[in-house]
């Protein structure tokens, strides 16, 4: 089961950070990822992140002002956001899955609006 949690409402400019936490006890052999989906729009595609944390994929519309990282000990990962921009508002969820690519289990979502 995931959680995710964090969003809010933040000016344009601003910062979020939000949280994923998984739990049981296979956190540490699931790839995980952020996704996202605006009002009106498909869900797509923000960050994935491999089991070590050590590899990072990030949509061209995010790299540069959102950094993904994850803790194992805590079961947790993180979506730190700057530089928010009123695109970026949407609900956020997290993903996770043994296979890279597949996202077989799904957070409930967080919504992060972003005000202009």
């Known amino acids: 089961q995931l959680q995710a949690s964090g969003g809010g409402l933040v000016q344009a400019g601003g910062s979020l950070r939000l949280s994923c936490v998984a739990s049981?006890?296979?956190?540490?052999?699931?790839?995980m990822g952020w996704f996202r989906q605006a009002p009106g729009k498909e869900r797509e595609f923000v960050v994935r992140i491999t089991r070590s944390g050590g590899s990072l994929y990030y949509a061209d519309s995010v790299k540069g002002r959102f950094t993904a990282s994850r803790d194992n000990a805590k079961n947790t990962i993180y979506l730190q956001m700057s530089s928010l921009k009123p695109e970026d508002t949407a609900v956020y969820y997290c993903a996770a899955g043994p296979r890279w690519g597949h996202d077989d289990f799904w957070g409930q979502g967080t919504l992060v609006t972003v005000s202009s």
């Open positions: 049981g006890s296979t956190f540490g052999t699931l790839h």
